[in-house]
């Protein structure tokens, strides 16, 4: 299925913390470029997610915020 | 400020693109790795987002979402 | 590509409104029940949205708010 | 209180799983058409949601992404 | 009717900036404390926003995020 | 470090509930207007959050609706 976020940023699962409601999965796109993601367990579940799988970060472009120093 | 959201991407803006409503922003994080951003014109023009300038991408993890082929 | 949002609801694209910056589209889940979706207008050119075309609403539990009266 | 968010579909509580911090509720819109949402522990004791009771799924149309196969 | 999202914040429309696509609606909540809201130009419409009525500014609490200097 | 969202109401910590896998935090933004956000336990430890602490509440404008009675 193809989805209308502009973002679907592609990489492998680095890291998986299942916890009672949520689950956290850190994405290495690169060596040195990662992203988080927290889904609810059971979509964790269904999605059959684990280390070193590819899978994709999708993000709407208007939930990226911009920060300046 | 330090901010909540989890991912805080830094990368260079490499094209913007300012509507009359939003303004576009695409940042490279790494050669090959982009995000695009969809700012208020209002705070476009706040923050001075330009092509070359060094920014953050900042996401919240729960509005990162997987997506597996 | 499975998605980790938990509401995939499959519908027909009923009513298109392109604009400058965003398109507006209104997908018939069922008859009298419609979800109105607002993407960016390089998102909708990009899947080729039209009105008849079927489509899934897509959208994360975490972003359906509940209300009572 | 009338509020902006573009969607309010109008259901029945099918089915509600209370966790320790989240509750998760399956909206039945119509037989065959579900919506299942996420919300805060005391949003939902607040409400007071139970099975059976008439609520609103609401939903924002800038939440609603487009899937096509 | 009442609704799940853990902040609704009373106050009087200070100022409304309608746009081609969306209307910006700045809230005193009281004196010195104001919120901006963007909604999209048909909500603004159907709600009646303006200038100087009483309005809810209605925050899920997922979505206020922490910065700390 | 500057950010995008168009909200950046200042406050202090007035309560805060730690939980397995979130964090609920009440900030006064001036004596009666309260706002309470919902991060993640490791954004909470991260940045350090305790009573009394001066804190921005972050929110994007297009994540505030407008409710009306």
């Known amino acids: ?3 209308s976020a502009r ?3 592609k990489g492998k699962v680095k890291e998986v913390t ?3 409601v ?3 999965i850190v ?3 690169v060596p040195g470029v990662e992203v988080t993601s927290i889904i609810t367990k059971s979509s964790f579940e ?3 997610v684990e280390v070193g799988k590819e899978v994709y970060a ?3 472009a208007t939930d990226v915020l911009i ?3």
Chains 1, 2, 3, 4, 5, 6 share one sequence.
């Open 22 to 24: 949520n689950a956290e």
């Open 18 to 20: 299942p916890g009672a």
């Open 58 to 60: 999708v993000v709407k």
């Open 46 to 48: 269904k999605l059959g």
């Open 1 to 3: 299925m193809k989805i």
């Open 27 to 29: 994405i290495e796109i």
């Open 67 to 69: 920060g300046i120093e």
């Open 7 to 9: 973002n679907s940023l």
